[in-house]
């Protein structure tokens, strides 16, 4: 490690310093090649270091070092490098540390970042900016912290621009989709795909990995904002474009097609894909995420047909195989099969399935999930009349809101408390009246 290395100085005060430390005078430094006034000038930055007399100043101190026995390094190129080459050093350095630390926990990663941040808000070296914010997006996105994921997103974008850096600019536009998609901002998200592929038809740009993202993200926003016909199309156009799809890009293509068939009423082309599926795993690899959707999936099928008993066989045997594959993905199917007994009022088991919804989705903390899990419990001590439980729920969901608000919006949680309030009207006025307090202090 060089002297001072992680500190950055002019040069001519990185010298002083090096000299003071090896306690080393002025004329020391300059043992007669070259004058002690000019090493005095070039310490108060009145003449600039040159290479050759770095290279005198090197040997010199480095022979004073050895005779007094002191262990450092330095080099005439590092006693020259200028302020802006010693940050852009630093930064190098942060990011090979922040990609080392990526699945840390966040306060540690934070630190690093933070130490980023501090010296690009001195110096603004563009390219190391947009690179450091990228990662710092994509760490973001991987703990579920959308809005953080997008802002920073969106600095790494601006300075991509900066340097005319096309193809890292169509690539965070097609992040900045993605955490679009996860914030549920679904018309944000095409806009945003829209601009990735325009800069990338106007530049020429051929990239597989992009373009794949970009299609199946659209396909994705398109089933949310119900358009299913406009999802199949840009799903197609991957398909077209991309015959090479892996296995695991099939899945999600078959899966995605089968949930737009399912949501126009088209339950056997639906049908159709998700048992497609099942081939695709069984030939070419052992998916058991792919295959817990497929089965999940499936078992909605059978309960539209009213084959009630096959769905539940489906769908237990989807969280069988999440359980053991530990999938993210347990607290949605656990959601079904509550749905389903509610469907056929067993609410004993609905209530079941629907509490360990909500003990999967406060492990994985999956945005949203949370608070779909609190309403469907509402929902089903309503229907079943049993106020101590209610209320013993507006209770719990108060703490869950304070200690973090992040587990659901402001109008989930209105809604939440808009629902109960209803129940109560004839039942309980003061608590009917104290949840309405509650709206009303949410105004947002």
Not at 158 to 165: L, T
Request: glycine share 4%.
């Amino acid at each position: 490690m060089y002297f001072l290395e992680n500190t950055i100085l002019p040069p001519g005060e990185k010298l002083k310093r090096l000299r003071v430390y090896l306690d080393a005078t002025q004329q020391d430094t300059s043992n007669g090649k070259i004058s002690r006034n000019l090493i005095s000038y070039i310490e108060q930055g009145k003449t600039k270091l040159t290479k050759d007399t770095a290279e005198i100043i090197v040997e010199n101190l480095k022979r004073l070092a050895q005779e007094r026995n002191i262990s450092v390094d330095f080099t005439a190129e590092y006693l020259m490098q200028s302020e802006t080459e010693q940050a852009e050093g630093i930064l190098r350095k942060s990011v090979k540390r922040l990609h080392e630390i990526f699945d840390a926990d966040i306060e540690k990663f934070e630190a690093e970042l933070n130490k980023a941040k501090e010296i690009l808000n001195t110096w603004d070296i563009t390219e190391k900016k947009a690179e450091i914010y990228e990662i710092a997006g994509d760490y973001y996105a991987k703990g579920y912290h959308h809005n953080e994921s997008y802002i920073h997103y969106l600095i790494s974008l601006e300075n991509y621009i900066r340097i005319h850096d096309n193809l890292n600019v169509a690539k965070l536009y097609s992040k900045l989709g993605k955490s679009a998609y996860d914030s549920q901002n679904y018309k944000e998200v095409i806009n945003l795909h829209n601009h990735a592929l325009l800069i990338m038809k106007t530049c020429n740009i051929e990239d597989p990995g992009i373009m794949k993202r970009v299609l199946f993200n659209n396909a994705l926003a398109y089933k949310q904002l119900k358009d299913y016909e406009k999802s199949l199309d840009c799903l197609e156009e991957l398909k077209k474009r991309f015959p090479d799809l892996s296995v695991g890009q099939q899945v999600d293509v078959l899966t995605l097609k089968g949930n737009c068939y399912y949501e126009q009423g088209n339950y056997e082309a639906a049908k159709a894909k998700y048992k497609e599926i099942f081939d695709i795993i069984d030939k070419e690899n052992n998916d058991q995420v792919g295959k817990m959707l497929a089965l999940v999936n499936l078992g909605r099928v059978y309960h539209k047909y009213g084959q009630t008993e096959k769905a539940i066989d489906c769908i237990n045997d989807s969280i069988m195989i999440g359980l053991k594959a530990n999938s993210i993905y347990c607290c949605d199917v656990y959601i079904e099969l509550g749905d389903i007994y509610t469907d056929i009022c067993k609410y004993d088991l609905a209530e079941n399935a629907y509490i360990k919804a909500l003990y999967n989705a406060k492990s994985t903390k999956m945005k949203g999930w949370e608070a779909r899990s609190y309403r469907k419990l509402l929902d089903t001590y309503i229907i079943r009349d049993r106020e101590i439980y209610i209320e013993q729920l507006i209770q719990e969901i108060n703490i869950a809101y304070k200690e973090n608000p992040k587990i659901m919006g402001d109008d989930e949680l209105k809604e939440i408390y808009l629902k109960a309030a209803r129940y109560y009207i004839d039942k309980n006025a003061d608590q009917a009246k104290d949840l309405l307090d509650l709206v009303l202090a949410n105004p947002k």
